[in-house]
């Protein structure tokens, strides 16, 4: 196994999934966390134990079990904040998934609702994103572009599938630039300080899709300077169901509400309303109660282990991979291939085979979990000149004997399709 | 390892040869299918002459073997008969991909897209198999119709 200060024997037992037999007796190997992870036996009994015991409606019920829901909702964000080094709690809006953050903060500009400069939008005026985003990231801004008559630019992607910060791409009719911490398909960590600086000297602002970072990293808010970053719950061995966006004080008191309707509200006449101050003029109806509380878990969790020991383990395990795949005939590699900024996440083709064939023989002959296709970023895919990839992708929970596996899978997959 | 059934000989050996591949002149339709989970897709063409018989299908595309595959014996089985033969043969090859793995294929119908039946238990690759298929339906449909 592997000899980082991680004790990932005793970290699998943390998680029941991954002593579970599959069909016919394999043994489960998942190396699909990227696409979603698996939960540690705390997450799940704290939202069991919430769900049994303590729920009720948050911040309008006033009773017991009101105070302790909101009491254990609002912890979580207490949590969250401290995780992700939040200058203050009232700056971590919950939100179902990351797409909700990055939609809602896409929403703010162009809006007549918000008369901030810094948010006014409208031909001319300039969106900028990168060619290797998530569909989540791009979708967005191009019904923004839509709506507003801006343009979407986008900076473009090197052969190794590094960020290409050419000149030219901000302007100074740059609103906004957002791109991805980590690229969910090439694993790449890409420069924030770079992309900040070029957004800063154009007078636009800046978000992070963080969705692949701050499960994977000790990722803190204030030493990256962005102005919005966007992550998931599910990731980061959390439920489904609950997103995070943090975002800078001021500018979550200029931007306007979302969506509308309970709990955002200060007060309501028929023709007119005022708002709750942020984070919860964000957070319109019931939110999601016990899967904040669960990502409440999940940060305790992640927060025991110590996500520098997660990083050094993943790296490891990225270290052993590259090297592994290396050794495959026919396999590219579509990313990094070194340790050199760079997550463990690796994406690949096998020459002659369609991703598709590839995880459906590791899946159903070893029990390998994989993602397989664009993996929601089909332009990064087309810069590429493919249609898909087969993605491994680690977490904490992962052994380089799980590597093995794959490697062994792999060269199987070739025997078939020989 | 039910997958590896999925993957028969014959599905193997059209994905390695694929019979009629390529797109060809003359023809009276031309369709483009995708399937958007996975980015398969297809350009499919038709070309019908006297008495409704089919005279070429050919096509174009890039999937996995099951989509690939699903297209050659497509091009065999259309080859010299009727659009009302084939459709036929369309109808009974989508009730095996629907079937979940329950039904019954009859080969007499079917002959070597039989050995697609296996797929009917993989609900996320029946869309591959069905790609071509459901192209090819469109574009007939589209013919008679001009």
Partial sequence: ?418 | MIGESMYQELILEHYKHPQGRGLREPYDTEVHHVNPTCGDEITLRVKVGDAGRIEDVSYDGQGCSISQAAASVLHELTAGSTVEETLSVVDEFTRLMQGRGQVEADEDVLGDAVAFAGVAKFPARVKCALLSWMAYKDAVVRSAAR
């Fill in chain 1, 1 to 418: 196994m592997t000899s980082t200060s991680l004790d990932v024997e005793r970290i699998r037992k943390d998680f029941p999934v991954l002593s579970r037999e599959l069909p016919g007796g394999r043994p489960l190997v998942y190396l699909d966390s990227g696409n979603s992870s698996q939960k540690p036996t705390s997450v799940v009994e704290t939202m069991r134990e919430h769900l049994a015991m303590h729920y009720s409606n948050v911040g309008r019920a006033m009773h017991v079990l009101g105070s302790e829901s909101t009491e254990a909702y609002e912890s979580a964000r207490d949590k969250v904040a401290a995780f992700i080094g939040a200058p203050s709690r009232d700056e971590v809006v919950f939100t179902k998934n990351a797409s909700e953050a990055l939609n809602l903060v896409a929403y703010s500009f162009g809006n007549p609702a918000c008369a901030d400069p810094r948010f006014t939008l409208g031909p001319g005026d300039e969106i900028v994103i990168s060619e290797m985003e998530h569909h989540s990231n791009i979708v967005p801004w191009q019904m923004l572009a839509q709506r507003t008559g801006a343009t979407l630019k986008w900076f473009g992607v090197t052969d190794e599938g590094r960020l290409d910060l050419a000149d030219g791409v901000v302007t100074e009719r740059t609103k906004i630039v957002s791109v991805a911490h980590q690229s969910n398909v090439l694993g790449t960590v890409n420069p924030v300080a770079d992309v900040v600086a070029l957004a800063r000297r154009a007078g636009a602002l800046v978000l992070l899709d963080a969705s692949q970072s701050v499960p994977h990293h000790p990722v803190d808010m204030a030493a990256l300077d962005a102005d919005f970053v966007a992550f998931t719950g599910h990731k980061m061995v959390g439920p489904s169901g609950i997103g995070v966006l943090w975002a800078r004080g001021e500018l979550l008191e200029a931007m306007p509400p979302f969506l509308g309707g309970g709990e955002m509200i200060e007060a309501v006449w028929m023709d007119r309303s005022t708002y709750a101050p942020a984070p919860h003029k964000f957070e319109a109806g019931t939110p999601p109660i016990v899967e904040a509380i669960g990502l409440g878990a999940a940060v305790d969790y992640l927060t025991g282990i110590g996500m520098a020991a997660v990083e050094a383990h993943e790296r490891e395990l990225t270290a052993y991979a590259l090297d592994a795949l290396r050794e495959v005939p026919g396999l590219r590699l579509i990313g990094p291939d070194s340790l050199d900024l760079r997550g463990g996440t690796l994406a690949f083709t096998l020459e002659g085979i369609h991703p598709h064939d590839v995880g459906q023989i590791l899946d159903d002959r070893f029990g390998i979990a994989v993602r397989v296709g664009h993996h929601c970023a089909r332009p990064l895919h087309l810069r590429f000149g493919i249609p898909a990839t087969t993605r491994a992708s680690f977490y904490l929970y992962n052994t380089t004997g799980e590597v093995d596996a794959l490697v062994r899978g792999l060269h199987h997959v070739q025997k078939v399709f020989a």
